[in-house]
Nanobody
Framework: QVRLVESGGGLVQAGGSLRLSCAVSGTAVTLNALGWYRQAPGKQRELVAVFTSDGSTNFTDSVKGRFTVSRDRRRNTVDLQMNSLKTEDTARYYC?????????WGRGTQVTVNS
């Protein structure tokens, strides 16, 4: 069974940085499509930054140049470095892994950016 546990969220001022980490168990981070999504109140969940099954990365346009995604083989984590945060980045951030054709989700971590 795949289990995902996010950490690193919090409250930050606009222009600041946060680093989110997703601890993955039950599968290796190098074997799957995986990454980060977010959902703001009243909005649909959206892709933020992901590794696709061929190892390339996709970012939503609004975070390009500000966010980076990485995966650590030794720690078996997928991390999201968020710089130059904006108030519109406020959302609950979820880790996602696609394995055996199934989407697995963590419970999420809240990121709040104050102006």
């Amino acid at each position: 069974q795949v289990r995902l546990v996010e950490s690193g969220g919090g409250l930050v001022q606009a222009g600041g940085s946060l680093r989110l980490s997703c601890a993955v168990s039950g599968t290796a981070v190098t074997l799957n499509a995986l990454g980060w999504y977010r959902q703001a109140p009243g909005k649909q969940r959206e892709l933020v930054a992901v590794f696709t099954s061929d190892g390339s990365t996709n970012f939503t346009d609004s975070v390009k140049g500000r966010f980076t995604v990485s995966r650590d083989r030794r720690r078996n984590t997928v991390d999201l470095q968020m710089n130059s945060l904006k108030t519109e980045d406020t959302a609950r951030y979820y880790c996602n892994v696609v394995r055996w054709g199934t989407n697995f989700w963590g419970r999420g971590t809240q990121v709040t950016v104050n102006s």
